[in-house]
Nanobody, 120 residues
Framework: VQLQAFGGGLVQAGGSLRLSCAAS????????MGWFRQAPGKERVFVAA????????YYADSVKGRFTISRDSAKNTVYLQMNSLKPEDTAVYYC??????????????WGQGTQVTVSS
C-alpha cells in the first residue's frame, strides 16, 4: 500500500485546510485509515480515523468538533477537513493505513507527511 498525503500549508488561526490522502497499490483488506500529527520535539499522536467499510469515525479530544475525516471510496482517498485551526495544531500530518481501525500509532503503512502551520 502506498499513501500520498497533501494539502498542508500555512494558515492563520481560525482558518481552514483540507488534507487529502490517496491510497494505491494492494489496498484490499485494509479497512482503517488514520491521520496522525507530530509537532517538533514531540511524539506522533492520533488525530482521527475512519472505518472504510461502514464510515464510522474516531477523533482525538483535541480536535473533536473542529476536524472531520471522510472518505471517497471511488477515489481511494481519505480527507481531513480542519476548521477553526489553532497554533497548537501546527505539526507534520501523516496519513496511515491498517487492516483495522485503531487509535494508536500501530498502523502498517504510512504516507510521507504534510506540514501544517497555523500562525497566531
Amino acid at each position: 500500500v502506498q499513501l500520498q498525503a497533501f494539502g498542508g500549508g500555512l494558515v492563520q488561526a481560525g482558518g481552514s485546510l483540507r488534507l487529502s490522502c490517496a491510497a494505491s497499490g494492494r489496498t484490499f483488506g485494509y479497512y482503517g485509515m488514520g491521520w496522525f500529527r507530530q509537532a517538533p520535539g514531540k511524539e506522533r499522536v492520533f488525530v482521527a480515523a475512519i472505518n472504510l467499510v461502514d464510515g464510522s469515525t474516531y477523533y482525538a479530544d483535541s480536535v473533536k468538533g473542529r476536524f472531520t475525516i471522510s472518505r471517497d471510496s471511488a477515489k481511494n482517498t481519505v480527507y481531513l477537513q480542519m476548521n477553526s485551526l489553532k497554533p497548537e495544531d501546527t505539526a507534520v500530518y501523516y496519513c496511515a493505513a491498517n487492516r483495522v481501525v485503531v487509535t494508536t500509532v500501530g498502523y502498517d503503512y504510512w504516507g510521507q507527511g504534510t506540514q501544517v502551520t497555523v500562525s497566531s
